[in-house]
């Protein structure tokens, strides 16, 4: 099973400013990687996938980087509705899917 | 647009049994495999099932095998989470997931989760 491993734990950001979320797997999983948002009470929403991909209608401030093993999410503009947990998971080697412990983002 | 809407959760006694529905709409069901994912209260994100289009591949996280039965119906764009002899630890929002392919280089595929509903909670408790 591939460990996904999140970091930080919480970001504390203030408005405009850029953040970057870090996720690291426990062996490659070259391009295989999705980020998720998730609002309390909302569904979870794909933001990334293929490391790089943004989906439908996500905003261009959210960009992914990395292959293999390193990956990152940075929001480059941090607006009040990006407060959430944010979550990488890997989809190479299935099954299992696994998902990191998330990192919540917070507006200073 | 796409719509997932989960149903049948409550509260259930341990050794009780649950099934959850997942309503879907917007797009051909039939086309997509469909998957499970549930959050205990102050946890992250468990896979725990998926099944094929056809209905014919099924996989379980090895914390519910045994327990837990996924099914589909595609006459009725309707995904089904059969839950039994239901633990404490299975208390958790149960969402259900529609899965979106992507061709790897050598030739097989990979499935990453691309509209999620908005969960149904069950509550394991005595």
């Known amino acids: 099973e591939v460990v996904m491993t999140q970091s930080p734990g919480t970001l504390s950001v203030s408005p405009g400013e850029r953040a970057t979320l870090s996720c690291r797997a426990s062996q490659s999983v070259s391009s295989n990687l999705a980020w998720y948002q998730h609002k309390v009470g909302q569904a979870p929403r794909l933001l990334i996938y293929g490391a790089t991909s943004r989906a439908t209608g996500v905003p261009a401030r959210f960009s992914g980087s990395g292959s293999g093993t390193e990956f990152t999410l940075t929001i480059s503009s941090l607006q009040s509705e990006d407060s959430a947990v944010y979550y990488c998971q890997q989809y190479e080697d299935w099954p299992p899917w696994t998902f990191g412990q998330g990192t919540k983002v917070e507006i200073k | 647009q796409v719509q997932l809407v989960e149903s049948g959760g409550g509260l259930v006694k341990p050794g009780g049994s649950l099934r959850l529905s997942c309503a879907a709409s917007?797009?051909?069901?039939?086309?997509?495999?469909m998957t499970w994912v549930r959050q205990a209260p102050g946890k992250g994100l468990e896979w725990i099932s998926h099944i094929s289009s056809s209905g014919s591949t099924l996989d379980y996280a090895d914390s519910v095998k045994g327990r837990f039965s996924i099914s589909r119906d595609n006459d009725k764009n309707v995904l089904y989470l059969h839950i039994n002899s239901l633990r404490a630890e299975d208390t958790a929002l149960y969402y259900c997931a529609r899965m979106r392919d992507s061709l790897n280089y050598g030739g097989d595929y990979s499935y990453y989760f691309d509209f999620w509903g908005q969960g149904t909670l069950v509550t394991v408790s005595s």
């Open positions: 917007g797009f051909i069901f039939g086309d997509y495999y």
